[in-house]
C-alpha cells in the first residue's frame, strides 16, 4: 500500500505517522561525514537517534545500506578488477556500515537486527523474508546488509526489492548534500532545477540519477512510493510525519 498526499497531509495535521513501515535507503557516504573515507562516530549517533525516534513512535523501520565510504566496484572495475569479484567485496562493506549502524542504535536503546544476503553467521542472521517481517512486528529495526547477494546489482535494486518483499509503504532515500532530486547535476551545474515531484517514468526517461534503472523500473511496476531528501537533522522524523521534503516519485 502507498499513502497518498492527501493521507499525509491527514496524518502530519493529526500528528500521527504518516507511514506505518518505511524502508531507509542511506548511501555509504552518509555515514563518513566530512571525512574522506570510513565512518564518522558523531553523524553515525546522529543518524541513529533519529531513527530510533522514529521507530518509538510505532514505525517499522528497515534500512539497507551502502558502502561508498569503504569501496565502490565499479571503480574497482574500472581499474582491472573482476566486475564480480569488486561487487562482493562491496557487499562485505555494506556489512562494516550495518554493525556501525547497529551498534550506534543499540547505544539509543532500539533493538536491532543484522541480516545478511551473504553468509557471515558471526556476526548477522542470514536473510530470510519471514525472519525479517517477524523482526519488524517485534519492533525491532532491521538493518539489511550486503545487497541482494548477487553480483551486478546496486544496492539501490536491493532497497526495493528489500521494500516491497516486506510491504514497506515507502523507500526514503536520505542523499547526501542535495536537497532531492535536480533536472542535472547540482554540483556542477549552477543553473541546475529542483523537481518536487516525479513519476517513475519520467525519471527513468530523463536519465535522472535517483537509483539505477532496475531499482526504478521494481518500484514503477508495482507502484512504490520513493521520498527523496537530503540526509540533515530532523528530516527522516518530517518525511515520515507526512510533511512533503525534498522530490517524491510516485505512479499514480
Do not use: W
Not at 573515507?37 to 539497507?64: K, M, P, W, Y
Not at 519520467?202 to 532496475?214: H, N, P, Q, S
Request: aromatic residues 4%; glycine residues 8%; proline residues 3%.
Amino acid at each position: 500500500m502507498t499513502v497518498q498526499p492527501e493521507e499525509a497531509v491527514s496524518s502530519a495535521a493529526s500528528g500521527a505517522p504518516a507511514f506505518r513501515r518505511v524502508l531507509l535507503k542511506l548511501s555509504g557516504e552518509a555515514l563518513m561525514g566530512s571525512r574522506d573515507h570510513g565512518i564518522d562516530a558523531a553523524v553515525t549517533r546522529s543518524l541513529a537517534n533519529e531513527i530510533a525516534a522514529v521507530r518509538a513512535e510505532g514505525v517499522d523501520v528497515a534500512i539497507v545500506v551502502g558502502a561508498g565510504n569503504f569501496y565502490r566496484g565499479l571503480a574497482a572495475a574500472a581499474e582491472g578488477m573482476d566486475r564480480a569479484t569488486a561487487d562482493y567485496a562491496g557487499m562485505l562493506a555494506t556489512l562494516l556500515n550495518a554493525l556501525a549502524l547497529q551498534d550506534a542504535l543499540e547505544k539509543d536503546g532500539a533493538a536491532t537486527r543484522v541480516l545478511s544476503a551473504i553468509t557471515v553467521s558471526e556476526v548477522a542472521e542470514p536473510y530470510i523474508r519471514r525472519r525479517a517481517i517477524r523482526h519488524l512486528e517485534k519492533g525491532r529495526v532491521v538493518i539489511f546488509a550486503a545487497g541482494t547477494g548477487n553480483p551486478y546489482f546496486t544496492t539501490d535494486t536491493a532497497a526495493a526489492l528489500r521494500a516491497l518483499e516486506i510491504g514497506a509503504d515507502a523507500i526514503l532515500m536520505a542523499k547526501h548534500g542535495v536537497q532531492g532530486v535536480y533536472d542535472s547535476d547540482p554540483r556542477t551545474d549552477p543553473n541546475a532545477t529542483f523537481l518536487p515531484r516525479l513519476t517513475h517514468l519520467e525519471a527513468i526517461e530523463r536519465g535522472l540519477k535517483v537509483m539505477d534503472t532496475t531499482a526504478l523500473s521494481l518500484c514503477m511496476d508495482n507502484r512504490l512510493t520513493i521520498h527523496v531528501f537530503e540526509l540533515a537533522e530532523g528530516n527522516v522524523s518530517r518525511v515520515v510525519a507526512g510533511e512533503e521534503v525534498g522530490t517524491i516519485i510516485r505512479t499514480d
